[in-house]
């Protein structure tokens, strides 16, 4: 569904791709906890994270802007090759060369 066509955001489970400023539908999961003028990250960054949506789950895949976005979908992608835990999890580098920066 597009960020237009969800009236009740806690209906869904959710995978949001794209940070707030990207998709207003970040903003309106109370559970991420992320706004657009309050993004927590540098270029180079980016997060996965995982949060409460009512009774369901929301995971966010974002970055700093597209290219980080693109570096946390390959990380999402091959979960495999990376120590993820956790509710969040902090990436650094590039597309071609990621890496986990934090978990909390």
């Known amino acids: 569904l597009k960020d237009t066509e969800v009236s009740d955001p806690t209906a869904f489970n959710l995978i949001l791709v794209g ?5 207003p539908l970040v903003e309106r999961v109370s559970g991420l906890g992320v706004k657009c003028g309050e993004w927590p990250l540098a270029p180079g960054e980016a ?7 009512g009774d369901k789950v929301a995971l966010l895949i974002a ?11 390959k990380v999402f ?14 990436l650094t580098g590039t597309v071609s060369s990621p890496s986990v920066k934090s978990t909390a």
Request: charged share 25%; glycine share 8%; proline share 3%.
């Open 19 to 23: 940070g707030p400023c990207a998709d």
């Open 47 to 53: 997060m996965l994270k995982v949060a409460s949506n």
């Open 63 to 73: 970055g700093t802007d597209a290219t980080d976005t693109r570096m946390a979908t």
């Open 77 to 90: 992608s091959d979960y495999e090759d990376y120590k993820l835990s956790g509710k969040q999890t902090t």
